[in-house]
C-alpha cells in the first residue's frame, strides 16, 4: 500500500480560475476527510465522506468549493472562482475502523497558491 | 479561541538539548493525539493518549495526558535534527464522525 496521495502537489492560479484537487486515499479505506491548513495553524476541517457519502461540510467550505467521491474510491475537490484567500494546503486523509477507533492517515497536501 | 492550545508557538534548540511543548484546553477529552508535520508534508501520528494520567513513550518522545484529560505535554530527551518539525496536537471532535481538531501547532528546530 502506497498510502494516501494528492495531485497536484503544487497549483499556481489566477484569482477568478476554476481549479480541482484529486486525493486517493488508501485502498479499503471507508471514510476521507479534506483539511485546510494556512500558514502558522493547524489543519481545520472542511468536509468528510464515508463511502461516496457526502456527510459533513465545515462552514468554510462555501458555496465555491464542492467535494465528490463518486465510487467511494478517489475524492475530488473543485473551487470555482478562486480568491486570494483560498491560497493555503489542502489535505486529505483516510481512514478506516481499527478496533475502536478511525486513525487517519494524511496525504502530502496540495499547496495552492492564488495570485 | 481556540479549542486547543500550544505553546510555544516557536522553540529553536541546539542539537542534544531537552524540549518540552504543551497543549491545553479548558474543555474534557476522551483522547488526545500528537502529530508532526514536516515541511511540505502532512501529518503523521505520533501517538494516542486515552487515560487521565497516562505516560507513553516513543524512543526519545515522551508524552503525558493530564489527570483531568484536559492537557497534554510532549517531552524530547536530546533533541536531534531529525526532530525538527511542526508539533500538532488534534482531539476528535464529539460526534461519530471522527473528524479532527487541531491547535495550531508548535515548530520545533533543533540545529546541528
Known amino acids: 500500500d502506497t498510502g494516501v496521495s494528492q495531485d497536484p502537489r503544487h497549483k499556481i492560479t489566477k484569482r477568478g480560475q476554476n481549479v480541482t484537487f484529486r486525493c486517493d486515499p488508501i485502498s479499503e479505506h471507508n471514510r476521507l476527510y479534506w483539511y485546510r491548513q494556512t500558514l502558522g495553524q493547524g489543519p481545520e476541517f472542511l468536509t468528510y465522506?464515508?463511502?461516496?457519502?457526502?456527510?459533513?461540510k465545515s462552514r468554510l467550505l462555501s458555496d465555491r468549493f464542492s467535494a465528490e467521491r463518486p465510487k467511494g474510491s478517489f475524492s475530488t475537490l473543485e473551487i470555482q472562482r478562486t480568491e486570494q484567500g483560498d491560497s493555503a494546503m489542502y489535505l486529505c486523509a483516510s481512514s478506516a475502523r481499527t478496533g475502536g477507533d478511525y486513525e487517519q492517515y494524511f496525504g502530502p497536501g496540495t499547496r495552492l497558491t492564488v495570485t | 479561541t481556540q479549542l486547543l492550545e500550544q505553546s510555544p508557538q516557536f522553540l529553536s534548540i541546539q542539537e542534544g538539548e531537552n524540549l518540552t511543548v504543551y497543549c491545553n484546553s479548558s474543555?474534557?477529552?476522551?483522547?488526545l493525539q500528537w502529530y508532526r508535520q514536516e515541511p511540505g508534508e502532512g501529518p503523521v501520528l505520533l501517538v494516542t493518549?486515552?487515560?487521565?494520567?497516562e505516560v507513553k513513550k516513543l524512543k526519545r518522545l515522551t508524552f503525558q495526558f493530564g489527570d483531568a484529560r484536559k492537557d497534554s505535554s510532549l517531552h524530547i530527551t536530546a533533541a536531534q535534527p531529525g526532530d525538527t518539525g511542526l508539533y500538532l496536537c488534534?482531539?476528535?471532535?464529539?460526534?461519530?464522525?471522527?473528524?479532527?481538531?487541531f491547535g495550531a501547532g508548535t515548530q520545533v528546530v533543533v540545529t546541528p
Open positions: 493518549v486515552v487515560t487521565g494520567g
Open positions: 488534534a482531539v476528535m471532535t464529539t460526534d461519530s464522525w471522527g473528524k479532527l481538531q
Open positions: 474543555s474534557v477529552f476522551s483522547s
Open positions: 465522506f464515508q463511502n461516496e457519502a457526502q456527510l459533513e
